[in-house]
């Protein structure tokens, strides 16, 4: 268990580290948080389909726990949360609501528990599993205490509440780490499969159209080395522990 609340310690602090870019406004530092938003992509679609949908599928209604998770993320970061996308908020006339910025929190809250939650069941598993599943989570983690802290900034909050969102999701991380060790140590499969559902969502519905928005070869190059990446930690993972 230790093991696992250490991995979702190290992702929950690089929400806060990337709550800390966008607070400190370096500009020089933004540039290469596009390419872990593509390479993320890459990464976690890869892990979903290749390693946690096959995990998952040992119980049943497999699939429609995935379903869950992909519908859950939606409902959250894009009903109840007003405005909501990956990376910098720029669009100011979107958010006049200072209840923008709170509500964000919330909705991408419930993806940010799930990132522990797959964390944990993947090292129920495996702890190779368990890493791997960290990677990707830990890709697109600086990205997302980023996305939080532009959105509270945009909604009128301060710098301190900026930090503050960014932290409320590194804890959420870790609780859902917790979480799924005290309660779904017995059903790890069903929590596979719902943060299965989770990750392709985040992977293909958030970060993917960030990716084609933001346009350019080099950054669509980027999610294939994300596939890429994927191999290479998988492979590396099997010699040294097996699945
Ligand atoms: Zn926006
Ligand atoms: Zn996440």
């Known amino acids: 268990m230790l093991a696992y609340l250490a991995l979702a310690a190290v992702a929950a602090a690089a929400d806060v580290a990337g709550a800390v870019l966008v607070t400190s406004a370096h500009e020089r530092h933004r540039v290469p948080l596009r390419y872990f938003v593509a390479g993320g992509a890459g990464f976690m679609l890869a892990a979903a389909f290749v390693r946690m949908l096959p995990e998952s599928t040992h119980v049943p209604h497999a699939f429609l726990f995935v379903l869950i998770g992909y519908f859950g993320v939606?409902?959250?970061?894009?009903?109840?949360?007003?405005?909501?996308?990956?990376?910098?908020?720029?669009?100011?006339?979107?958010?006049?609501?200072?209840?923008a910025g709170w509500l964000a929190v919330v909705g991408l809250g419930v993806h940010t528990l799930f990132d522990g939650v797959a964390i944990a069941a993947g090292f129920l598993v495996s702890p190779a599993l368990g890493v791997l599943l960290f990677v990707a989570v830990l890709l697109h983690k600086v990205p997302e205490g980023f996305t939080i802290a532009s959105i509270m900034l945009a909604g009128g909050h301060s710098r301190g509440a900026a930090l503050a969102a960014g932290a409320a999701l590194g804890g959420l991380t870790i609780a859902g780490a917790v979480l799924t060790g005290l309660?779904?140590?017995?059903?790890?499969?069903?929590?596979?499969a719902v943060s299965a559902g989770v990750t392709i969502y985040v992977a293909a519905?958030?970060?993917?159209?960030?990716?084609?928005?933001?346009?350019?070869?080099?950054?669509?190059?980027?999610?294939?080395?994300?596939?890429?990446?994927?191999?290479?930690?998988?492979?590396?993972?099997?010699?040294?522990?097996?699945?």
């Open 74 to 99: 939606h409902l959250f970061e894009h009903t109840v949360a007003p405005h909501f996308h990956f990376g910098e908020e720029t669009h100011r006339e979107a958010l006049l609501r200072p209840s």
């Open 183 to 192: 309660f779904a140590a017995q059903q790890v499969a069903y929590a596979l």
């Open 205 to 243: 519905s958030d970060l993917i159209p960030e990716v084609n928005r933001e346009g350019g070869p080099a950054l669509g190059w980027t999610v294939f080395g994300g596939l890429l990446f994927f191999v290479v930690a998988d492979w590396l993972l099997a010699e040294l522990g097996g699945h």
